[in-house]
């Protein structure tokens, strides 16, 4: 177990819809990333959130946006889904945005239909 | 832009023999980390092994170790006496890095290799 926690675990959303994930990281953790993991491939970065701020973003739309809060969890939320955003939704944290190791959750599977 | 690429989609191997998964990467930084990352099927990725590309020597951890080539760009795992439960999918991943060794940037992924440890 890394003490990073995920939630919900399973999601079914309709194409259109807006979704909110949430990631608790590890006590001490101050850095957050996301990564989208389609069906057969490896994980993609989306954006990384440090002590509250966007500090870096991969190759996704604005609809995808992120929050990062006071205790350094954080929420990764998709504005009008689309088929193409099923996916296993990882979530990272780190001691620091220095840090070179990343302790994953069990990430969210998110279903859109 | 950097890229890694694993060219098994799937590989087995029986319990307690060596297994050996390939990886090699592009990019033009001097400085950079290579890590394996395992997914066993409940989904959390776990670091397996991580290599300072300034560092010669190879890394090794328990069971695991890698063979990191710089100039060639490759950095293969080597699994020896095999267990089930090294069945999972294992990643390789890159990672920009400062001149002081600290992390600039993402994890990089390649697509995966589907380990199957056979009883």
């Known amino acids: 177990e890394t003490g990073v926690t995920q939630s919900p675990t399973h999601l079914i959303k309709t194409r259109g819809q807006q979704v909110t994930l949430r990631c608790s990281s590890q006590?001490?953790?101050?850095?957050v990333s996301w990564y989208q993991q389609a069906l057969g491939q490896g994980p993609q970065f989306i954006f990384q959130?440090?002590?509250?701020?966007?500090?870096g973003r991969g190759n996704f739309p604005p609809r995808f946006s992120g929050l990062q809060f006071p205790n350094y969890s954080s929420e990764l939320n998709v504005n009008a889904l689309e088929l193409d955003d099923s996916a296993l939704y990882l979530c990272?944290?780190?001691?620091?945005?220095?840090?070179?190791?990343?302790?994953f959750g069990q990430g969210t599977r998110l279903t859109v239909v | 832009a950097q890229t890694v690429t694993q060219s098994q989609p799937e590989m087995s191997v029986q319990e307690a023999e060596t297994v050996t998964l390939s990886c090699t990467y592009d990019?033009?930084?001097?400085?950079?980390?290579l890590f394996w990352y395992k997914q066993p099927p409940s989904r959390q990725m776990i670091l397996v092994i991580r290599?300072?590309?300034?560092?010669?020597q190879n890394a090794t951890e328990n069971r695991f170790s890698v063979n990191f080539q710089k100039a060639a760009k490759s950095f293969s795992l080597k699994i020896s006496d095999s267990q089930l439960g090294d069945t999972a999918m294992y990643f390789c991943?890159?990672?920009?890095?400062?001149?002081?060794?600290?992390?600039?940037?993402?994890?990089?992924f390649g697509k995966g290799t589907k380990l199957s440890v056979k009883p």
């Open positions: 990272a944290s780190s001691r620091t945005v220095q840090s070179t190791e990343a302790f």
């Open positions: 006590s001490g953790h101050n850095t």
């Open positions: 959130y440090y002590r509250e701020e966007e500090n």
């Open positions: 990019t033009s930084e001097n400085n950079y980390y």
């Open positions: 290599q300072e590309a300034y560092k010669q």
């Open positions: 991943a890159f990672m920009k890095s400062t001149d002081y060794g600290g992390s600039q940037g993402n994890l990089i």
